[in-house]
């Protein structure tokens, strides 16, 4: 099996093979300032989104987002897209924003943004997606990309040969937001030209995602209230407060299977500081009155 690194080399070398092209960046949506400050790296006086699009392009390898706010005219450019959730209504189903919310763009996407639509004609349909980023991954040799952000951790992902959008009978635009489709295509430039390109490009992409964590070795990321928007990295096989698991779930995981952790300083029974966290279990080794030290843990003896 080759190495990640035979795997990353051979991409490069796919990619200095080819004509060099600078993509358009892609409307992905609109967000809160609140979500686009927890999640982008530093602040920059952007002045307009196209300069903010460029400023944010010379780290577009380790943070392939921009976000733009036309209140505050400022620039922040981040590894993370919008998680599904954070969406907020635009101001037309042209890729607009409230002026006292964030425009975020794609600069690493192939596809260029259309518009939004309720409904519209698809002929393949892979599995819902986590990212939006997943979706144009999936949809990469197609012409089209219709991406759902679903506001339950998923987005819904639609893809179509050609490279126009088809309205349905019933569709009509509506303004972007989540639970609508956002509609991309290819140009036919690009899928004539750039096919090779955009697998190589996927490939390292790829193998970025993999490599990236939010967090050291051991450590897990963990929500820091039930908003979703923040995280902590946590050892939750010793954290006290969070022993076993994270308390109000994992960062961008909304699997139902998730172990939720116990706050071992709650736990009826024990004497007070006589509890810690070993191997994701709370072990207590001292009880208050009425309780009967068993295996670690405070049994009632009443």
Request: charged share 15%; with cysteine.
């Amino acid at each position: 099996m080759p190495s990640i690194l035979t795997t990353t080399l051979a991409a490069f070398a796919l990619l200095a093979a080819l004509p060099l092209r600078v993509s358009a960046a892609g409307f992905i949506g609109c967000t809160s300032q609140g979500y686009a400050d927890s999640i982008s790296y530093g602040e920059n006086l952007g002045n307009s989104v196209e300069n903010c699009i460029n400023i944010c392009q010379a780290t577009s390898d380790i943070a392939p987002f921009a976000y733009f706010s036309f209140d505050t005219m400022s620039c922040r450019c981040s590894p993370n897209p919008i998680i599904s959730s954070q969406y907020t209504q635009g101001t037309n189903s042209q890729g607009n924003c409230a002026v006292n919310d964030y425009i975020v763009y794609d600069l690493t996407t192939t596809f260029e943004f259309r518009q939004c639509l309720s409904n519209m004609v698809t002929d393949n349909a892979p599995p819902n997606t986590n990212t939006i980023k997943e979706c144009f991954q999936a949809c990469a040799t197609e012409g089209s990309a219709m991406i759902n952000p679903l506001g339950n951790g998923q987005f819904g992902c639609r893809c179509n040969a050609p490279n126009v959008i088809e309205v349905t009978s019933n569709g009509f635009a509506v303004n972007c937001n989540a639970g609508t489709w956002f509609n991309y295509v290819h140009t036919a430039e690009a899928q004539a030209s750039g096919l090779a390109r955009r697998r190589a490009r996927a490939t390292l992409e790829q193998l970025r995602l993999d490599s990236q964590t939010l967090c050291p070795k051991g450590l897990t990321a963990c929500n820091v209230n039930e908003y979703s928007d923040t995280y902590e990295c946590i050892d939750t096989k010793n954290e006290l407060e969070a022993c076993g698991g994270c308390i109000f779930g994992e960062f961008q995981n909304t699997s139902a299977n998730i172990t939720l952790g116990v706050d071992c300083t709650t736990v009826a029974g024990v004497a007070f500081g006589a509890i810690t966290c070993m191997d994701s279990q709370c072990t207590a080794f001292s009880c208050e009155k009425g309780y009967e030290l068993v295996a670690g843990s405070c049994v009632a003896t009443y």
